[in-house]
């Protein structure tokens, strides 16, 4: 292991014995690595001889702050990558976490994560909540240097070019909801896919099934996504689910100056309404 | 019957069956940033890639994820029209077969839209060239490097390709090939068996997995806590057949479907009153493991799971299957039963 992540490695594995140790935590939920394969996968410690299994790589691809709400009532520990500390801020705002409950061990200078386009946009290399942090901070300026705009050419597309973009991307959808699932913000308790009374979508994979399930979910996504690219890294025939809610998180950014997860306090962008708000695209 | 090739007599072999059938073989296909593996109708033998694993099974050549179900279609059909052939099969895909052929053409009902895509398709196996990281299926029982329920099977020594007929109705389709030596041949399979290695994970359970030991076990939340409820290792799977029905409108009429369903989904035991009887994604797991190492196993005999690694490979979160047995098999090892002592 590189000796930056080993340097991060072993924090976190310190800090994790001592909240286990004194008893300020239950669970520590982090990264580890399989007993039979060497990706990185989520672990759950509750006993602290066994915090040497904690890692963080670059490979860290799974995101953990959802577990949380599987914990609501209990005292837990997560590591937490910049941009999973925004999914927790957000739940905090929605008061669906008590704050004295969780303990975050941050981890700061986040260089991406593999494979993850998402990372190249980041602007939040830094956590913005936590309790402890690991590694080196990046400046404001280093940051800067490293965002790339992945969507250029995407945005640069004709109506119809792009529409044929998403056709091809989005017929190998196999409605298998890994992106749903692995999506930090996508916590409804029942998804309208799911629900019987009333039946509202098909099971079926014909392009008009697939893309009622992905609009309704990039629209619900608005003001809410907050670009951590989790469903890109969780689709099993790479789709580029993330360029549906990525246009929103853009659209939330460019138009009212909103970034979802910033700030416990923060209130979700369409839970919020100013009479100077924009009306751009209504009515016009 | 036993004959060899060399790599260009295969591809003129390939290129007749092509001419005379349809055939199918694993491809690589650009998806997005990556390209992936998987099984469809070539134009040429170039096309083909045997040295990897597919990252899908070619499941979706007996059972659509979505079809269109036309009883008077159906019974018109022909099944020696158009007939298919699947190349370069592993032995895991192949076993697959025998678990749809399990439920699908069950004594009780034949699903007549499996059989006759069945009944359609000839199987040519491929001896698997290495083990994958998170191949198993030498710990179930099956051979990595052959299987009978294929029709044909080639292996590959050296630079030489050497195809075996496994039964008789599929001599046909090699006896103008050159003969091999039956002797060679087995030094050389011996060889490769010799040389391939096992899987570090081991399978000592006794199956049927005992329901009444298992079911209440308090293991199955744990196992499935990392678990995101999706159905990638459902749908990955060369085993996982169960299917959901609709009926949609097409430009026409209203058809009635089949789609792929998943036990990992809430939805999939969700009744209309709203109760669920499986609420716990723990529950859900349960259903998974428990169908393919102990109620498939007790209503036809053989695994469920064919040791293939799919669903490890594709889990979002590497959810694997082998831990998920290894902390079964503790279980029930301190409960005093279901293990094979060593």
Known sequence: MEAYYKEITDKI?????????????????????????????????VNKEN????????????????????????????????????????????????RENLIIIGINGCRGIEGNTACKECDVRNPVISDYTVGEELSDEEVSSMITNVYEDLENMNPEERNEYFQNEFERCTRCYACREACPVCYCEECFTD???????????????????????????????????????????????????????????????????????QKTLLAEYDVNDQEKGFLD | MLKVMNEKELKQFIDKLNNDYKVAAPVKKQQGKQEILEYDYIEEFEEIHLEEQPDKSPKEFFLPQNEVLDPEAIAKSNPEENKTIIFGVR?????????????????????????????NTIIIGYSCPHREPTCFCDQLGISPHENKLADLYLYKFDDKYWIKSINEDSEKLIKDLADGDEDLFDEKLKNKKDNFGESDFKF???????????????????????????????????????FNFFFDEDDKENQKYRSWDSCMFSLFTKHASGHNPRETQGQRWRQRLMHKFSYHPQNYGGLSCVGCGRC??????????????????????????????D
């Not at chain 1, 910049?82 to 705002?93: D, F, G, Q, V």
């Not at chain 2, 995101?228 to 799977?237: E, R």
Request: proline share 5%; charged share 30%.
């Open chain 1, 13 to 45: 594995q310190k800090i994790a014995y001592k909240l286990l140790d004194e008893g300020k935590v239950d669970k520590i939920i982090g990264f580890g690595k399989g007993e039979f394969t060497d990706e990185v996968t989520p672990v759950f410690i």
């Open chain 1, 51 to 98: 915090v040497d299994k904690l890692l963080f790589s670059e490979k860290a691809t799974p995101f953990l702050a959802k577990y949380l709400l599987n914990y609501k009532d209990e005292k837990v520990a997560i590591t937490a990558k910049p941009c999973e500390t925004r999914a927790i801020n957000s739940y905090l705002s929605e008061n669906l976490l008590q």
């Open chain 1, 195 to 265: 629900s019987n009374q009333p039946f509202w979508l098909d099971s079926s994979t014909q392009l008009k099934d697939t893309f009622t399930f992905h609009l309704m979910r990039s629209i619900h996504m608005a003001g809410r996504c907050i670009n951590c690219g989790a469903c890109e890294m969780a689709c099993p025939e790479n789709i580029d689910v993330r360029a549906l809610s990525a246009k929103m998180y853009r659209a939330g950014e460019e138009i009212f100056d909103y970034k979802p997860g910033m700030d416990p306090e």
């Open chain 2, 91 to 119: 032995s895991c895909d192949i076993e697959a077969l025998r678990v749809f052929d399990d439920v699908f053409l069950d004594d009780t009902y034949v699903d007549p839209y499996y059989e006759k895509r069945r009944d």
């Open chain 2, 204 to 242: 000592n359970m006794e199956t049927p997995i005992p329901e009444e030991k298992a079911f209440n076990a308090p293991i199955w939340d744990d196992i499935a806590e990392k678990c995101l409820g999706c159905g990638v290792c459902t749908y990955y799977c060369p085993t996982c057949f169960c």
């Open chain 2, 312 to 341: 490890v490979k594709k889990c979002p979160v590497t959810l694997d299957i082998r831990e998920a047995l290894k902390s079964t098999e503790e279980y029930l090892k301190d409960e005093g039963g279901a293990v094979v002592e």
